[in-house]
């Protein structure tokens, strides 16, 4: 994949042929980490699990029809105008020349809405790319993008990539620049593990952006860009302690964190357990940790688990490397 992506428009040259009537298939895509702490909407990445999956078939019918969403307990609509992944799917379409074909469409959600897990990244990225493997387009799978942050603009109202860009591409992402758009891939320490815990709390998309301040002292801009320097140069020193030493935040997280309940009491227990580094998944109200292996992911999942259980929270927990691949056809 090339490190700087210009040019994202597909070629109406080059339209992708289809695969036949009745053709079908499923894709997974992962769950994102985005932010990363410091690097509000220009860095994420991507997990092994959760994800969603995405079942489609060609009909004989022109037009997109969503038939099925399971695990959404109802919240998602069926109606293609206002579903993030028939939306972004009818984006691409249009930009091929092939809205004369029809599909079918069924979301299986793998993973909790509103999580701060990137999930309508994952059911959007997984349909996109069953969409361009069906029609047999071979073109960099980056050239979805786009498409990908229209679904995102419909979900929270603002186009960012900072998920859907890692849940497509896979791995560690930064966002260098929204106009032109502009993605790096970033190497990362193979031995990183992070600990994901999702209490079951409910933080809005839209209403998490809007508490963020709009205007920020110079002093605090000079830290964050030091932060995020610190880290992307981490990363690409295999320097895990720098990578814990950046990933602090002064602009975003010290607002967001008061919608997460007891955010500095898990900070303070993944710390003293041995993490690297610890704040907000997205949004939140998903909070995770990076540790140096495996066996300490998962103490701090339990432990943070029996901490919300404690104050009568519920939770999902999560441990994973940084996931390389992106979405896979099943």
Known sequence: MENSIQDLKISAEKTPSLGGRGASISVFAPATVANVVCGFDVLGFAVNEPGDEVVMRIT????????????????????????????SVQHYLQSVGRTDIGLDIELHKKMPIGSGLGSSSASTVAGLFAIKTLLGD????????????????????????????PALLGGFVLIRSYDPLDVVRLPHPAGLYCAIVFPD??????????????????????????????????L????????????????????????????????????????????????????????????????????????LTGIQIGSNTY????????PRVL
């Open 319 to 326: 441990v994973s490397t940084i996931n390389d691949k992106g």
């Open 201 to 234: 709390v409910d933080v809005p998309t839209r209403e998490a952006r809007q508490i963020i301040r709009n205007k920020i002292l110079m002093k605090d801009a000079v830290t964050q860009w030091g932060n995020i320097a610190g880290l992307v140069s981490g």
């Open 138 to 165: 071979d073109a960099d799978p980056a050239r979805l993008l786009p498409f990908a942050m229209k679904g995102e603009e419909m979900a929270c109202g603002h186009g960012h990539a900072d998920n859907v860009a």
């Open 236 to 307: 690409f020193m295999q320097d895990i302690d720098l990578i814990g030493r950046s990933m602090k935040d002064i602009l975003v997280e010290p607002v967001r964190s008061m919608l997460i309940p007891d955010f500095y009491q898990m900070r303070e227990i993944a710390m003293n357990l041995g993490a690297v580094s610890f704040g907000i998944s997205g949004s939140g109200p998903s909070v995770f940790a990076f540790t140096r292996d495996e066996e300490t992911a998962k103490l701090i999942t339990k432990k943070l688990q029996q901490h």
């Open 60 to 87: 004989n019918k022109p037009g997109i029809t969503i038939s099925k969403i399971t695990g959404d307990n109802g919240r998602l609509p069926l109606d293609p105008a206002k579903n993030t992944v028939s939306v």
